[in-house]
């Protein structure tokens, strides 16, 4: 049987919701159908979506169908058994994205401006593709930042399990990256282990397997064989091999796997899980102690290294909640520099750690260079986000009061006299000169 084309059938509920009203059984029966199309693409969140929606118009319908409903209860089950066969396929882990983004801390309270939003993560999936639109009429299409916002948008598909819809923003981001960063740079290895995360997650072996090792290769050469960057891509790699029953490599992959844990950088990974439970347990003195630890693992890394930044964001992030911020300061001094030398002056990142630091001068009362920070995170935001968007509008507001403290400040240090001029003892020897 020929499927049907959801953007038809989709036409086709419109005109049975504005005929029969939007909870009704022709409604039901269309929902039905599209559910069937999701099942067929092996879409099965969106399929068990669609058919919970058609059971709650079938059970508000005036007029109900048994039979409609029957449908909708086998079809539940399928998908429900699909779920599950997915969930216990050995070693099948559930997709996710990786962006290896430095985690930003925010201030404890909400923008002032920013919109109500009933549904999370439909409204994030709209911000992502307005800022994607924005990123290209600003940064231009070729840019990193436009690349970091298709790997976003393709995060925030993967949650609601719309992988079709992911491949060709990770292929784009791969290729933004190949472009601009060079063909084995690290952040390219990142987008290629996507995409082979992807592929594996949809069963399509053969095509996951050469991103893999390409990811591997790149990573392998930059940080050495045991760093556990390649042991991430390895252990992946090795299951994908399993599944192809090639057990003698996914074998040599595995030992690979379990000597970088054991033998290279465990240390540092062990404080990280411990820190990450301790503040998530609201232990922020436990935390504090193992992210300390985790810095000192941290001696011997690059300063590109992603645990480098990460290790600084958490230990930084453990102060500001124990309000230690001038412990946090120097910390997210050290981030802003790495930021900037990495990534450039004007991307979203170092709006990011610029907009931190100057959340800690402002607790401490350092106004003024609080306004600098604020300044240089609001020109970043307004250019690739737009004037209007709520973290602009809060950075905005955060800037104002800082150089109103900031001008405050200086009148009343002019007031108390701290700003008077006096004249140096040659005034006096140049007025008896001219008697």
Same mark, same amino acid.
């Given at each position: 049987m020929k499927t049907e084309s959801i953007d038809t059938l989709e036409k086709h509920l419109?005109?049975?919701?504005?005929?029969?009203?939007?909870?009704?059984?022709?409604?039901?029966?269309?929902?039905?159908?599209?559910?069937?199309?999701?099942?067929?693409?092996?879409?099965?969140?969106?399929? *068990?979506?669609?058919?919970?929606?058609? $059971?709650?118009?079938?059970? #508000?319908?005036?007029?109900?169908? /048994? @039979?409609?409903? +029957? *449908?909708?209860?086998?079809?539940?089950? $399928?998908?429900?058994?699909? #779920?599950?066969?997915?969930?216990? /396929? @050995?070693?099948? +882990?559930?997709?996710?994205?990786?962006?290896?983004?430095?985690?930003?801390?925010?201030?404890?309270?909400?923008?002032?401006?920013?919109?109500?939003?009933?549904?999370?993560?439909?409204?994030?999936?709209?911000?992502?593709?307005?800022?994607?639109?924005?990123?290209?009429?600003?940064?231009?299409h070729e840019s990193l930042a436009v690349a970091d916002a298709y790997t976003k948008l393709a995060d925030l598909y993967c949650r609601k399990e719309m992988h079709d819809d992911m491949e060709p923003l990770l292929k784009e981001s791969l290729r933004l990256r190949e472009t601009i960063c060079g063909e084995n740079h690290l952040s390219v290895s990142t987008d290629l282990k996507n995409l082979g995360r992807l592929y594996f997650y949809k069963r399509q072996y053969e095509v996951a397997e050469p991103f893999f090792k390409r990811a591997m290769a790149i990573r392998e050469a930059a940080l050495g064989p045991y760093h556990s960057y390649v042991a991430d891509v390895?252990?992946?790699?090795?299951?994908?091999?399993?599944?192809?029953?090639?057990?003698?490599?996914?074998?040599?992959?595995?030992?690979?796997?379990?000597?970088?844990?054991?033998?290279?950088?465990?240390?540092?990974?062990?404080?990280?899980?411990?820190?990450?439970?301790?503040?998530e347990a609201g232990n922020f003195l436990e935390a504090q102690a193992m992210w300390l630890a985790a810095l000192d693992e941290t001696s011997d890394f690059r300063f590109d290294d992603p645990r480098m930044v990460m290790t600084l964001e958490n230990l930084a992030e453990v102060y500001w909640r124990r309000n230690k911020f001038d412990k946090a300061e120097p910390l997210c001094k050290q981030i802003l520099q790495i930021s900037e030398s990495l990534l450039g002056p004007e991307h979203t990142d170092v709006a990011l750690a610029a907009n931190n630091l100057g959340l800690l001068c402002e607790k401490q009362g350092k106004h003024a260079e609080a306004a600098i920070l604020f300044q240089q995170a609001l020109a970043i935001g307004e250019k690739f986000l737009g004037a209007d968007h709520p973290d602009v509008v809060n950075i905005r507001e955060s800037h104002a009061k800082a150089r109103y403290m900031a001008q405050r400040e200086l009148e009343q240090k002019l007031e108390k006299g701290q700003g008077r001029w006096n004249r140096s003892g040659w005034w006096k020897v140049y007025q008896k000169d001219q008697h």
């Open positions: 419109r005109l049975q919701e504005s005929l029969h009203g939007p909870n009704s059984v022709e409604v039901a029966r269309v929902l039905c159908r599209l559910a069937n199309v999701f099942l067929q693409n092996s879409q099965y969140g969106d399929a *068990e979506m669609i058919l919970r929606k058609a $059971a709650e118009c079938e059970r #508000k319908a005036v007029m109900r169908d /048994s @039979a409609t409903m +029957e *449908e909708i209860k086998s079809m539940l089950e $399928a998908v429900g058994a699909k #779920k599950s066969e997915l969930a216990g /396929s @050995a070693d099948l +882990e559930s997709l996710k994205v990786s962006s290896d983004r430095i985690p930003a801390f925010t201030p404890a309270f909400e923008p002032l401006h920013a919109p109500k939003r009933n549904d999370p993560l439909d409204n994030a999936i709209a911000d992502a593709q307005l800022q994607i639109h924005r990123l290209k009429q600003t940064a231009g390895a252990e992946l790699y090795a299951k994908m091999l399993r599944k192809t029953n090639r057990d003698q490599e996914a074998q040599v992959l595995e030992d690979l796997v379990v000597e970088s844990r054991t033998k290279y950088g465990s240390d540092w990974e062990k404080f990280r899980l411990a820190g990450v439970k301790a503040m």
